[in-house]
């Protein structure tokens, strides 16, 4: 009886830690320390794709990104090339706060992003208007950034409206060497 009272309570908390979902905070201490001033700073290039919530991928597309700080305050100029031709392209004014927290705007960006970097990690929340076959729709990114090295980010996106996810983004992201 001991050991199906045992083997229940195991089920039972791996089915727990299955359903929790991870915070900042468990990386905190990582390393490296992702600074955003330091890393979105120059030149970098980036190779993405949206999957929709089946895993099937619809769009990949390439981004040329230069990044410049003065302070705590920097700009991060995005140009998109798609696929299929289309272009884009996001200018994100972002900020520093002194408790480590970031926030950023954009055009596109419904209200202010807001970002909390621990360890090798940024968790990043915004909510961006899309524009999709004429229409333009208020979709919901909550991105989570993972700096692999001093020169790659890996960053995964999770798309959602009224709660429903929609589908993701996944984006390599590599800083261009300097002069």
């Not at 900042?24 to 929709?52: C, K, S, V, W």
């Not at 208020?138 to 991105?143: G, L, S, T």
Request: net charge neutral.
């Amino acid at each position: 009886m001991w050991q199906i009272g045992r083997t229940a309570l195991v089920l039972m908390l791996c089915l727990l830690a299955g359903c929790s979902t991870a915070g900042i905070e468990d990386y905190r201490g990582t390393r490296p320390n992702f600074d955003l001033r330091q890393f979105f700073a120059g030149p970098l290039t980036a190779h993405g794709m949206f999957q929709d919530r089946s895993g099937k991928v619809l769009r990949r597309f390439t981004v040329a990104m230069q990044g410049r700080w003065q302070g705590d305050t920097g700009v991060l100029d995005e140009q998109f090339r798609y696929d299929d031709g289309e272009t884009q392209r996001r200018v994100w004014t972002l900020k520093k706060l002194p408790d480590g927290r970031y926030l950023g705007t954009a055009a596109d960006v419904v209200g202010e992003a807001s970002g909390r970097a621990e360890g090798f990690a940024l968790f990043w929340d915004y909510t961006l208007r899309l524009p999709v076959d004429g229409k333009e729709y208020e979709v919901r990114f909550a991105d989570w950034m993972y700096q692999l090295d001093e020169r790659s980010v890996l960053n995964r996106s999770v798309m959602s409206k009224f709660g429903v996810r929609l589908g993701e983004v996944t984006l390599y992201i590599r800083k261009e060497d300097t002069p």
